[in-house]
């Protein structure tokens, strides 16, 4: 009868780390992926004779699943709305002005850039980073018309940054509504103003 062997310790520990490594897969693949933290800051104002101008900005990191979108072809699209209103106290607040953006974010493989369009105004950057600085900020959005304001009272301006699911392509929508990933979304924090427009510097017609 031949002796017993010893045990093949080099061969345990490598059957242990696959049991981990296959455990550490498992548990990742049953772990929900969590929402984008986005930081919305206050708008700043700039109060014209024409009316009211807002600038935001939030700050993001893109979560892999989006940036994987958009390398497979499919643009980002960003809504920034911004709003005036009043507070009444025997009603709602009344809505005195909006303004809105839309912002799209594209990449072009066969070039290796990246595009971001607002409007006619149409960029192309080298890195995800620098075209997420111009998707993340929205400088002078008229959100009032002078009309519409009264001399001495006072108005909040807040607003809403998300990711435009309803720009997707119909199939995406629904494979990617209810998902935490593409949840990426905040409200922005409100200012208030009270009207005292600048004098117009328009030569007299």
Do not use: C
């Not at 998902?179 to 017609?205: I, K, N, Y």
């Amino acid at each position: 009868m031949s002796p017993p062997q010893a045990p093949d310790t080099t061969r345990r520990r490598v059957l242990a780390a696959a049991s981990v490594g296959a455990g550490v897969a498992l548990l990742r693949a049953w772990t929900p992926a969590r929402a984008a933290t986005v930081y919305a800051q206050p708008p700043t104002l700039e109060l014209e004779a024409d009316g009211v101008y807002a600038s935001a900005s939030v700050v993001f990191a893109l979560p892999v699943a989006l940036e994987d979108a958009l390398r497979r072809g499919i643009p980002l699209y960003f809504l920034t709305r911004l709003n005036v209103t009043q507070s009444r106290w025997w009603w709602f607040n009344a809505g005195i002005g909006e303004g809105q953006q839309l912002t799209r974010l594209g990449y072009e493989p066969l070039l290796g850039k990246y595009r971001v369009s607002t409007g006619a105004l149409r960029t192309s950057y080298s890195s995800l980073d620098e075209a997420l600085n111009q998707v993340q900020h929205v400088s002078r959005l008229k959100v009032a018309d002078a009309q519409a304001l009264k001399r001495g009272e006072t108005y909040s301006v807040g607003g809403h940054f998300e990711l435009d699911l309803s720009q997707l392509p119909r199939p995406f929508q629904l494979n990617v509504g209810s998902q935490s990933e593409w949840q990426l979304e905040a409200d922005f924090p409100s200012v208030s103003f009270t009207w005292t427009p600048r004098p117009s510097t328009a030569p007299p017609g």
